[in-house]
């Protein structure tokens, strides 16, 4: 396990308790290099929306937390806010959630499906989740259903149709 994965886990630990008293979702934690610097975020969520107010109770809370247990070596910008409408799926949850949504989907390598009576090959596409099994993504495409391995997906998010 690297570095950030290790802040990633004990930052996740420290903020569980307000997460589960305010009835809030811990969507995800990322350590992160941004620009110049280094970011700490953790997303979260509720029913029926996250606000800004929620934001900012977990943002102190767990502020004041991370600076008691001072478990970062370097400096970073801490920052909670919402997973936003296009939510990477990462837990079993999220996909759980999601089935019969569309979502946008990167893969490291292409793969092959009919569309419009044509066959494709594409790395990154749309498809509609139907479900899921903690190995493979079973999306329908165009004209077919197809698994796909979770191995062989670089990204997973919920469509946002304009």
Do not use: H
């Not at 970011?39 to 977990?58: F, N």
């Amino acid at each position: 396990m690297g570095k950030s994965e290790e802040y990633e886990k004990r930052a996740e630990e420290l903020i569980l308790p307000v997460i589960n008293e305010n009835n809030f979702e811990l969507v995800d934690i990322e350590y992160v290099k941004e620009g110049g610097g280094k970011v700490l975020r953790a997303y979260i969520d509720k029913p029926g929306g996250i606000t800004i107010d929620d934001c900012e109770l977990v943002n102190r809370w767990f502020s004041d937390i991370l600076d008691e247990n001072d478990f970062i070596e370097e400096s970073y910008i801490l920052e909670v806010s919402s997973p936003g409408l296009g939510r990477q799926l990462k837990k079993p949850r999220d996909f759980e959630r999601s089935i019969g949504e569309d979502v946008d989907i990167k893969l490291y390598r292409p793969i092959e499906f009919m569309e419009r009576g044509k066959r494709l090959m594409a790395r990154e596409f749309t498809g509609r989740l139907c479900g899921y099994d903690g190995n493979e993504v079973t999306v329908f495409l165009g004209e077919e259903t197809r698994a796909i391995p979770c191995k062989d997906i670089s990204v997973i998010r919920l469509s946002i149709d304009f």
